[in-house]
C-alpha cells in the first residue's frame, strides 16, 4: 500500500481542487475550487473537461480528491488513476487527496 502524507490547507496553495465534498477547505485567493458531481454518470461527464479547466488555470498544482471506492465508481476511479500515475496521496481533514499533475504531460 502506498504510504499516506498527511497534510493542511496551509501546505496546498496556488492549487486548483476538484472537490466531491462539501467542505473540504476553505476559499483562499491562491486556491481555486471546482466542485465536482456527486453521482457517477455526472463526475464520469465532467472530469477531463474539469481537469483541462485546472490546468487551464496555471496553478502550480490539480489536487484531486478520492471519490468512492465502489462498484459504481469503479470506472471513474480507473481513469483518475491514470490520470494521477507516480503523484503522491495525501490526507487532510480524513479525505484523500491525489496530485493530478502527471496528467498535464498526458
Known sequence: ????????PEQLTQCAWLIFSEHLLKVTPKNVQIHMPKTPEAYAHKLYAALRAADALNQQQIIVEAIPDTAEWAAINDRLRRAITGSTVKEMNGKQLFNANAFRNA
Open 1 to 8: 500500500p502506498e504510504k499516506i502524507t498527511q497534510i493542511s
